[in-house]
């Protein structure tokens, strides 16, 4: 698949540009930018992403664990009389088990997004322009045949200040 | 959506500085070649943390009698020392987590640095309690394992035990949350990188990372759980560590206040640090345009609110010691104003409470020098605090006759100075090697407070009108 690329300078004029070529029934690819941009998300119409649903499911199976195995040791396998109180002291065990929620749940999320990305160490960027991550805005449509209208994507980005528009063959990305 | 373009706040970044401009600016320190002054500070850091090297290993060779304790003190510099690095280490967190959630989007200047100070204090608090187990090689049995000992496990009802998951819990999230922020930044490095060993590290430490919109979008989310995960563990683990003493009958140390006390308290020691460390490096890297006077004064409103939480703690606890009817509680704290660690108890006082106070002038907020001196009493007064609670409470106990005075000797002093050097030391090669200012994040704000450039001419008052992003 072929796509075309376009480089902005700023992100306002990508934020109308992101909307104007949704609106016309393009299809983007993907957007290359050097920081969050502010409403982009929407712009593109991503959904939000599920891993806060994920980031739960970690931290609620930190829970069980903790207090499970709480359990498990304090009344069952070895009991320890501790001044006389209960072997299954609940509140004495919340601590633990609040600290084992908060470190299953970020550790767990931090990992998930690093799969959902892609992302691994000493994996190879792959770039459409070097500046992406330091000062360039970069657009990208599927081009999926030949009804792609380039006529109207390209004066679309020139009246968004576009510095330079490009169709990448063969999807090198 | 957008709210960058209201007349009503101020930029955070002063200058006209454009994206590339930021980079530069933020980078020039890891590109050049170590200043002299540099090297002077890294190598006094270095030869501190030395003398703390030789210290420890000495005290583990020979054991913990090297210290000054005796039978009615047992536990005194080493906790005190711990308790002030977790303190100091409260305040990168809070920045990155708390301040994220309420969207005071300046602390996207001093997030970076802040975070490597945590991780940085809190592995200098971590050698404490390490050094203090006698047997520091055997210090994993703390961990709840399958073991061939019983299997024998650990007690989940002692607040120490809650104080090894507490700490291990937030350095770990800490390390995630500051290395989840570095890896765009990264990225930057490694497409700017000229040589090759730099595009391979960087290579290797951004991974693979390219600024797509569909990863932002998740890396975004990702951000907000863990700052949201974050915020309660900040506050979780100073409650944990008052919990050592809360949980005693000792008095001074049996309050149902000490964890708000000293989360405060942690949060005004480690914002203090943090203004301590911004106020240099923004001189000496040349950063006044990123880390502005305005950061500075809203550092110091910080201090001066959790300063301001401190001194009311002070009050209760005096006030509940004396009018609550508990004689041993009444002695103690007269003890602790009027007895032999009296000058302890007042410098406590004079640098936690009085001189904070005059953060209230705009003036002196505004000054850097002057509070630059104050964040330094500020800490100063905060190791006091510290000090008194834990040495003047245990020092005259129930039984006059085993009442007895505490020295630390020069062996837990070089300790604690040996902690100072390791701080500096590791925080000398975070400002070195790492991108001091969260580059990808003052992108996001640089457009903050400022006017949309090609709606000006048509008036400021529809310029704001049309913000809807």
């Known amino acids: ?173 | 959506m957008s709210i960058y373009y209201s007349i009503l706040r101020k930029p955070i970044i002063a200058g006209d500085k454009k994206l590339k401009d930021i980079t530069d600016d933020v980078i020039r320190p890891l590109e050049q070649k170590p200043t002299l002054l540099w090297w002077v500070a890294f190598l006094v850091s270095l030869t501190v943390l030395l003398i703390g090297v030789v210290a420890v290993t000495y005290q583990i060779k020979v054991g913990i009698g090297t210290w000054g304790l005796n039978k009615t003190i047992g536990w005194a510099f080493d906790i005190t020392n711990f308790v002030f690095w977790i303190g100091i280490g409260h305040a990168g967190t809070l920045i990155s987590a708390i301040l994220f959630l309420f969207r005071q989007r300046w602390r996207t200047s001093i997030n970076r640095s802040a975070e490597a100070m945590t991780i940085i204090a809190v592995m200098c608090a971590g050698i404490f309690p390490l050094i203090h187990m006698g047997r520091p090689w055997l210090f994993f049995w703390v961990i709840p394992y399958p073991n061939l000992r019983g299997p024998l496990w650990v007690n989940f009802r002692s607040p120490l035990l809650w104080d090894f998951f507490a700490i291990s819990t937030y350095f770990t999230i800490s390390l995630i949350f500051w290395y989840l922020g570095l890896i765009p930044d990264m990225a930057t490095l490694r497409d700017r990188a000229k040589s090759k060993i730099k595009k391979f590290v960087y290579g290797l430490m951004s991974f693979g990372w390219n600024g797509s919109a569909r990863i932002w979008h998740h890396y975004e989310t990702t951000y907000l759980l863990l700052a949201a995960l974050a915020t309660p563990l900040v506050l979780s683990v100073h409650s944990i560590v008052s919990m050592d003493f809360a949980t005693a009958v000792i008095p001074g140390w049996h309050s149902t206040i000490f964890p708000p006390y000293f989360v405060a308290g942690a949060i005004f020691s480690g914002f203090s640090m943090v203004l301590t460390l911004m106020i240099i490096a923004r001189k000496v890297l040349h950063y006044e345009e990123y880390i502005t006077i305005d950061h500075i004064e809203k550092m110091c409103k910080i201090v001066l609110v959790t300063g301001g939480i401190v001194a009311l703690s002070y009050g209760i606890e005096i006030f509940m010691a004396i009018f609550f009817g508990n004689q041993y509680e009444r002695f103690m704290f007269l003890n602790r104003a009027l007895g032999p660690y009296a000058w302890a108890f007042w410098i406590m006082i004079s640098c936690n409470v009085l001189f904070p106070q005059f953060l209230w002038i705009k003036k002196i907020r505004r000054n850097v020098a002057l509070v630059f001196i104050l964040s330094i009493v500020v800490n100063i007064g905060m190791w006091f605090e510290r000090f008194v609670i834990i040495v003047t409470s245990l020092h005259r106990d129930f039984l006059p006759s085993s009442w007895a005075m505490y020295k630390p000797t020069i062996i837990e002093i070089a300790t604690l100075a040996g902690s100072f050097g390791l701080f500096f030391t590791f925080f000398l090669l975070f400002a070195r090697f790492v991108p001091f200012i969260a580059i990808g994040e003052v992108k996001g704000v640089l457009k903050y407070g400022k006017l949309k450039k090609n709606l000006t001419s048509e008036g400021s008052v529809k310029a704001n009108a049309d913000v809807t992003v």
């Not at chain 1, 069952?76 to 006389?84: A, E, F, L, M, Y």
């Not at chain 1, 980005?157 to 063969?170: F, H, Y």
């Open chain 1, 1 to 173: 698949m072929d796509l075309f690329s376009a480089v902005f300078k700023d992100e306002d004029d990508l934020l109308k540009v992101t909307r104007q070529v949704r609106d016309s029934g393009y299809s983007i690819y993907d957007i290359y930018t050097p920081y969050a941009v502010h409403g982009l998300d929407d712009a593109m119409g991503l959904k939000p992403s599920k891993l806060s649903y994920l980031c739960f499911g970690f931290a609620f199976l930190g829970l069980i664990v903790a207090i499970l195995s709480q359990y498990w040791i304090g009344s069952i396998d070895w009991p320890i009389n501790v001044g006389g109180k209960p072997f299954n002291s609940l509140p004495a065990y919340l601590p633990v088990t609040f600290e084992l929620t908060v470190l299953f749940g970020g550790v767990g999320i931090f990992f998930a997004f690093l799969f959902k990305a892609k992302l691994r160490p000493g994996k190879t960027a792959k770039l459409v322009n070097p500046h992406s991550t330091d000062y360039y805005f970069i657009l990208t449509l599927e081009i999926k045949d030949s009804s792609f209208d380039s006529e109207t994507v390209l004066s679309l980005c020139r009246q968004n200040n576009a510095v330079e528009t490009k169709i990448i063959l063969g999807n090198a990305l």
